[in-house]
């Protein structure tokens, strides 16, 4: 071996040796952010059972939706986690509670929008979010909606991405 490639192979075998011993430490993009997700469907006593049965089945898809959605923002530091009760949620560092509302849902009419089409019975989603560092105080509330000539899927995936969006704006700043 040539003295050229001996220095190389001490240089990169030191070199590794102290990156091993030493790691870097993390920067606070690295920092993980969990937001809790707490999902309230809104069903209430004012619904027919037919609305209240479809408005369930609405928040259990929009619930899981929503956390596949800030699955999107992972690379950016963001990961959300769905719970059942209020309870669930400890304050850290770090972590936040996103509380969601349907306020409204109309499902529309799907024979009018095949038969019809242009819009003719479309569904129309209301939500009321609210995020909070404690549980308590919200540092950003707000009302969101959409009207959709399509699937009520389509407005929900609207309206959640929407919240990830609006939420981790808010946390990036």
């Not at 690379?75 to 972590?95: C, H, M, S, V």
């Not at 990830?164 to 704006?169: D, H, L, N």
Request: charged residues 20%; without cysteine.
């Amino acid at each position: 071996m040539n003295r050229p490639s001996i220095m190389i192979t001490a240089f990169l075998a030191i070199a590794s040796i102290i990156s091993f011993t030493y790691p870097v430490l993390a920067s606070e993009k690295d920092t993980q952010t969990t937001i809790f997700v707490l999902f309230d469907n809104g069903v209430n006593s004012t619904l027919s059972e037919r609305q209240a049965k479809s408005q369930m089945s609405l928040s259990d898809w929009m619930d899981n939706d929503l956390v596949r959605v800030f699955g999107r923002y992972s690379k950016d530091g963001y990961q959300a986690k769905l719970i059942e009760n209020r309870k669930e949620f400890i304050p850290k560092p770090n972590t936040y509670l996103l509380t969601v509302k349907i306020i409204e849902y109309r499902p529309g009419s799907k024979a009018a929008r095949i038969v019809v089409g242009f819009g003719a019975g479309g569904v129309t989603l209301k939500v009321h979010y609210e995020l909070s560092a404690n549980g308590t105080n919200a540092i950003l509330t707000k009302d969101d909606s959409t009207y959709s000539g399509r699937e009520w899927i389509t407005a929900a995936r609207k309206l959640n991405q929407n919240m990830a969006k609006v939420v981790t704006e808010k946390l990036g700043n």
